[in-house]
């Protein structure tokens, strides 16, 4: 009975806190979705833990700018992280700037790495490249559901190509 | 915050970038707004500049409509996702003279908003994929194709490159609205171009829609130029005049066989003061 009143009280005291604006919901689980984010990036792209896609990504994951004739979903994700991590072995994603709203996060990335393998086409030049890029991700159930992004791949072949 | 940083997104694209309504940059942007990525070679700094990106990006692509997908805001900052349609049928955009080519691209962008106006921006357009969409294969004889005769050729008249007439224009064109007296085929054609040439500079005609059927496009258009010579007998006036025009091209295995014209002659009349504007003396 205590116990339930505690609850009751927690809830009561919180529902105040809402009202009074000390407590924001939204900025609750925004928090939960950038940390989400956040991790992603540096367990998947930085570090090249693929086994954790799957935790992070839901199972009907779709990603609407993936390279042509990549597979969808998570498999078509784990490809083209290794296609990039293939390139540039030690690539590594900066997060520039994160801003998450409802179920919506949106970054801002630099990326930079060594050209150390093959990369559309390109062979090895050794040169240290920086790539910007844009994403926008949808969340459900604490998983990436849906994924747009755009990453200056032009200004790539540029710097690899001796005219950046 | 939030409905002010996305309320002034979406003025900027319904009004500015779709409807070339320049007026509203200054309610939109802050005079010393800052684009951390603004195309080479734009102007920096103040309204001038800001309009410069829109005007440059028309230029090229006269029908763009900015659909906005997507906007997440948070504090002071809105992220903007965005699918551009437009046609390749104005200038020339990253070095690729007019295809006449419709393309469909992503563009994203984050910006500040300090009070009531944005301030900073950072953008990321899909431009390798606006690059891969204007250099794609066109299949001759294609409905794509006429678009694309239709594009250079009229493009070889804004540049005022007559000999590329040949490669666009059919020896035997014939022209339905020719001027009285104009020789026959591709010839008369460049004799008639010369007399507007002659008497406006900078004259140039940009395609607002361009329509493609079987073997005809259509295209409906603004032509503007500085009356700095004689026209028709009126000495030149030094004016800018701007004057609509709709046209139609036949194409036939490549080439522009056969064109009509009808030019907004009256409006560009009233324009030069050779005829009064009705109501006005």
């Known amino acids: 009975m205590g116990k339930t009143m505690d609850t009751q009280n927690d809830r009561l005291g919180r529902a105040e806190k809402i009202w ?3 407590i924001n919901p939204g900025a609750e689980l925004f928090e939960k979705n950038i940390t989400l984010v956040k991790r992603l990036f540096e367990e998947v792209w930085n570090k090249g833990n693929l086994s954790l896609v799957d935790e992070f990504l839901a199972a009907d994951f779709v990603d609407y700018n993936r390279p042509p004739d990549a597979p969808d979903g998570r498999e078509g994700y784990k490809a083209g992280v290794n296609m990039i991590r293939t390139a540039f072995p030690d690539f590594h994603f900066t997060l520039d700037q994160i801003l998450a709203e409802d179920n919506r996060v949106a970054i801002r990335l630099t990326g930079s790495g060594t050209h150390k393998g093959d990369f559309l086409g390109i062979s090895p030049t050794g040169k240290q490249v920086t790539l910007g890029s844009m994403t926008f991700i949808h969340i459900k159930n604490g998983k990436l559901a849906e994924r747009w992004g755009i990453s200056d791949i032009p200004r790539v072949i540029q710097q690899l190509q001796g005219k950046g | 915050m939030s409905d002010i940083a996305k309320t002034l997104y979406r003025t900027f694209v319904e009004e500015v970038i779709n409807k070339a309504n320049y007026d509203l940059i200054p309610e939109i942007f802050s005079e010393d707004y800052l684009d951390h990525n603004a195309p080479p070679g734009a102007p920096v700094g103040g309204f001038e500049a800001i309009r410069a990106v829109p005007i440059m990006f028309r230029g090229a692509f006269p029908d763009v409509h900015f659909v ?25 955009f990253m070095g690729i003279e007019p295809t006449g080519l419709r393309v469909s691209w992503s563009s994203m962008g984050f910006f500040r908003v300090a009070n009531g106006r944005i301030v900073e921006h950072h953008g990321q357009p899909d431009l390798g994929a606006l690059h891969t969409q204007l250099t794609r294969k066109i299949e001759p004889g294609s409905i794509e194709h006429n678009r694309f005769i239709v594009s250079r050729y009229v493009y070889a008249t804004n540049i005022g490159e007559l000999d590329l007439f040949d490669e666009y224009v059919d020896p035997n064109f014939v022209d339905h609205n020719a001027l009285p007296g104009q020789r026959p085929g591709v010839d008369g054609l460049k004799d008639a171009y010369r007399m507007f040439s002659s008497a406006f500079s900078d004259l140039w005609y940009t395609f607002e829609d361009l329509i493609a059927e079987g073997d005809k496009v259509v295209g409906r258009g603004v032509i503007e130029g500085k009356h700095t010579g004689a026209f028709m007998g009126i000495p030149a006036t030094n004016k800018v005049i701007r004057w609509t025009g709709t046209r139609i091209f036949r194409i036939v295995n490549g080439k522009v066989t056969e064109g009509w014209i009808d030019l907004d002659m009256f409006g560009m009349m009233m324009q030069l003061g050779a005829i009064p504007i009705p109501g006005q003396s």
């Open chain 2, 68 to 92: 906005i997908e997507d906007m997440v805001n948070q504090g002071d900052w809105v992220a903007t996702r965005v699918t551009g349609n437009a046609t390749h049928i104005g200038r020339p």
């Open chain 1, 20 to 22: 009074s604006g000390e």
